[in-house]
């Protein structure tokens, strides 16, 4: 309505709760609803985003579908009947999956392609990032750059749904994308295949134009508000940092991203 406004101090009593984003629910063909379509999926390796089970359920085809998620790599969430039920889908059983809108990769099957095709791999690794934008953002970097892949953990990172895919202007459905059980280990894996782990962190005593980006690397990007795990930063090789002109904190993990990726192709390039 033109020519509306709120007065400032009515505007302090407005509830801001009413302006909450409320995550819409997924789609119904975007789920796969009870515990035997689940298993089917599972073991015809259909790519699923994760498994939601009723807390309380325990039986030997919980066990089964747990046991089944875990070889194939695909998280396991214990939610209430409540959130089961919200998904507006009837018939469940206590299990409701997501079914991914991207496809997973094993980390040493993309090193081996990547090393046969004469490349030096280049990956990204996120830890704890769950804003969907800043991944799709990633995302659309990465796949600007030439990354090979990027790296994510099973647990503690935002969804690949429909907002990541977005963001990413469909990125995220070109880039290989790799979901691994731990991190930690997964770092000792890259460095058995010869790849070096930079860590970035703002007081880090090296800049990104005095490391070596040319030889096979992974780069790890950490949440805005935590950085990177502490035990995870302890086993990267080097530390790196953007120089910034100005006294600021931290650049927006999505945009820290772009610019490191951007001195990597700089270097790859010129070599």
Excluded: W
């Amino acid at each position: 309505m033109q020519g509306f406004f709120f007065a400032p101090n009515f505007v302090k009593k407005i509830r801001l709760k009413s302006f909450r984003h409320h995550k819409p629910r997924p789609k119904k063909n975007s789920l796969i609803v009870g515990k035997a379509a689940i298993i089917n999926a599972l073991k015809e390796g259909k790519a699923l985003e994760r498994i939601f089970v009723q807390r309380e359920l325990n039986s030997a085809e919980t066990e089964k579908v747990m046991s089944l998620a875990k070889n194939s790599q695909v998280p396991v969430n214990k939610v209430p009947a409540e959130k089961l039920n919200g998904m507006n889908v009837t018939g469940h059983e206590g299990f409701i999956a997501l079914i991914s809108k991207v496809k997973y990769f094993d980390v040493q099957q993309i090193i081996d392609y990547v090393v046969e095709k004469g490349e030096a791999p280049l990956f990204i690794i996120l830890d704890g990032i769950t804003d969907v934008r800043n991944i799709g953002g990633i995302a659309r970097s990465a796949y600007s750059m030439g990354v090979h892949a990027i790296i994510i953990p099973d647990k503690g990172v935002g969804a690949l749904n429909d907002d990541a895919i977005l963001t990413s202007a469909s990125a995220l459905e070109n880039l290989p994308i790799c979901r691994v059980n731990s991190l930690m280990k997964t770092v000792d894996d890259l460095h058995l295949n010869g790849i070096k782990v930079y860590a970035t962190e703002m007081k880090a005593k090296k800049n990104i134009s005095e490391c070596n980006f040319a030889e096979p690397v992974a780069i790890v990007m950490g949440a805005e508000e935590k950085g990177i795990f502490p035990a995870l930063l302890k086993i990267c090789d080097e530390k790196c940092k953007i120089p910034m002109a100005g006294n600021f904190d931290s650049l927006n993990v999505s945009v820290a991203t772009g610019i490191i990726l951007y001195e990597v192709l700089k270097q790859r390039s010129n070599g």
